[in-house]
């Protein structure tokens, strides 16, 4: 599966950088250089999604689901 979203980094005055996913609110961080904000904002993602779907499952574990993918144009 592959899926895009916008990654912003902006330099904070103390020194590194602080990340954001313009997409995806909670999904944010910081580093000391750009490449550490990037890892780090790339593993907060992963975070929020095992952790959003896992709340996901647990919710709609009784009853009838229908999950199917939802394909979108930017």
Known sequence: MRIE?????KKVSQGGYVAFVEELPGA???GA?????RSNLR????LILDANRSFAAEE???GEVIREPL????
């Open 5 to 9: 979203f916008t990654a912003v980094y």
């Open 28 to 30: 944010n961080t910081q």
């Open 33 to 37: 250089t750009i490449d550490e904000a």
């Open 43 to 46: 593993e907060a993602v992963e």
């Open 60 to 62: 709609t574990r009784d």
């Open 71 to 74: 394909l979108l144009s930017a």
